[in-house]
C-alpha cells in the first residue's frame, strides 16, 4: 500500500513548521481586502484542507483575529502569515501556498472575491473568477 501524500512547510526564520496529509481540497487566489491587508500583497493563494489533516509540527504560531469567526497564524519571530481559519468554513484550514517547502506542487484553479481585486492587477491566467466564492455564485468568466 502506498504511503500518504505529505506536504510540509513552515516561517521563513524556521521557528514554525507543519505538515498536511493528502490533497487539498482546493487551491485559489484570493483577492479580499482582508487577505490582501494580511500579507500586504495584491492577492493571497490558499490551499484548503481537512482540519484534522494539518499538524503544527514545531513550535507555535500566534493567532490574530481579523474579524469576527476568523483566526490567522503567523510566526511572531518572522511575521510569516501561515493559515486562515474561519467559522465560516470551520473544518478546514486554508493553509498559504508559499508556506509550504514546495509551493510549485499546488496549481490554482481559481480567483475569488474579485470584486476586491487591485484595478492595477491585470491577470491572463485563463483561471475561473468568482465575484466571491464559487459556493456563492456562477463563474464570472
Given at each position: 500500500m502506498a504511503?500518504?501524500?505529505?506536504?510540509?512547510?513552515g516561517?521563513?526564520?524556521g521557528a514554525i513548521r507543519f505538515r498536511v496529509e493528502g490533497e487539498p481540497r482546493w487551491?485559489?487566489?484570493?483577492?479580499?481586502a482582508d487577505c490582501r491587508r494580511a500579507t500586504s500583497a495584491a492577492l493571497a493563494t490558499y490551499a484548503g484542507f481537512p482540519?484534522?489533516?494539518?499538524?503544527?509540527t514545531r513550535g507555535e504560531p500566534r493567532r490574530y483575529g481579523s474579524s469576527p469567526g476568523v483566526s490567522r497564524s503567523f510566526c511572531a519571530i518572522c511575521g510569516t502569515p501561515l493559515t486562515y481559519e474561519g467559522a465560516r468554513w470551520a473544518d478546514e484550514?486554508?493553509?498559504?501556498?508559499?508556506?509550504?517547502?514546495?509551493?510549485?506542487?499546488?496549481?490554482p484553479t481559481a480567483?475569488?472575491?474579485?470584486?476586491?481585486q487591485m484595478p492595477w492587477?491585470?491577470?491572463?491566467?485563463?483561471l475561473r473568477r468568482f465575484a466571491k466564492t464559487s459556493a456563492e455564485g456562477k463563474p464570472l468568466s
Amino acid at each position: 500500500m502506498a504511503a500518504a501524500l505529505t506536504h510540509e512547510g513552515g516561517c521563513r526564520c524556521g521557528a514554525i513548521r507543519f505538515r498536511v496529509e493528502g490533497e487539498p481540497r482546493w487551491v485559489a487566489h484570493c483577492h479580499c481586502a482582508d487577505c490582501r491587508r494580511a500579507t500586504s500583497a495584491a492577492l493571497a493563494t490558499y490551499a484548503g484542507f481537512p482540519r484534522e489533516r494539518f499538524t503544527i509540527t514545531r513550535g507555535e504560531p500566534r493567532r490574530y483575529g481579523s474579524s469576527p469567526g476568523v483566526s490567522r497564524s503567523f510566526c511572531a519571530i518572522c511575521g510569516t502569515p501561515l493559515t486562515y481559519e474561519g467559522a465560516r468554513w470551520a473544518d478546514e484550514v486554508h493553509v498559504f501556498v508559499c508556506a509550504f517547502d514546495a509551493p510549485e506542487t499546488f496549481r490554482p484553479t481559481a480567483h475569488v472575491y474579485t470584486e476586491g481585486q487591485m484595478p492595477w492587477l491585470h491577470l491572463n491566467d485563463g483561471l475561473r473568477r468568482f465575484a466571491k466564492t464559487s459556493a456563492e455564485g456562477k463563474p464570472l468568466s
